[in-house]
């Protein structure tokens, strides 16, 4: 997918179906008020949708304004830029980390859990949202914590 060989993805995603193999859905976690939530990327279920999706257009702005590019190469379906950009910003943890901003007092970090590795657009996107909010955002993914504080974070990009 990332070097746009679609008919090739097309092949691979048949023979998986055929032989009953199923990709794991990215998820992430944040508890809230002693309250998990659970995030799946392009969520559509979650009540307060609609002002998590307000917070991430607002932070899309606020990134692009220091210098965030989306890497699109992270979004692997057949679309064009700007839905591949819409995309990336659906990702789990991104739904998540909103959802935290939105809903956790300023000065408590925000902890994330995730099923599957933070992919590139995201761990870009979440250093600068911690500069940007001045929070301290932990992510447990399925290799490593990552903590971001500042604009950086402690794996030295190393993920």
């Known amino acids: 997918a ?23 859905p990215g998820c992430s976690w944040i508890e809230i008020k002693s309250i998990v939530h659970e995030f799946r990327s392009s969520e559509i ?27 699109i190469e992270f ?9 591949k950009e819409r995309l990336l910003l659906w990702h789990s ?6 959802y935290g901003l939105i809903k956790l007092p300023l000065g408590l970090p925000i902890r994330i859990f995730k099923n599957l590795r933070v992919c590139g657009d995201c761990h870009e996107a979440i250093k600068y949202i911690s500069a940007i909010e001045g929070r301290k ?13 500042d604009g ?7 993920w």
């Open 2 to 24: 990332v070097k746009n060989r679609w008919d090739d993805v097309s092949r691979i995603w048949q023979g998986m179906k055929a032989n009953k193999v199923v990709k794991i």
């Open 45 to 71: 279920e979650h009540a307060e949708l609609p002002l998590i999706h307000e917070k991430l257009n607002e932070l899309e702005r606020k990134m692009k304004l220091e210098g965030y590019v989306p890497n």
């Open 75 to 83: 979004a692997l379906h057949d679309v064009g830029k700007e839905q």
């Open 93 to 98: 943890e991104k739904l998540a980390i909103a």
């Open 137 to 149: 955002i932990i992510v447990r993914d399925n290799t490593r914590f990552h903590h971001f504080e």
């Open 152 to 158: 950086s974070c402690s794996c030295g990009d190393y």
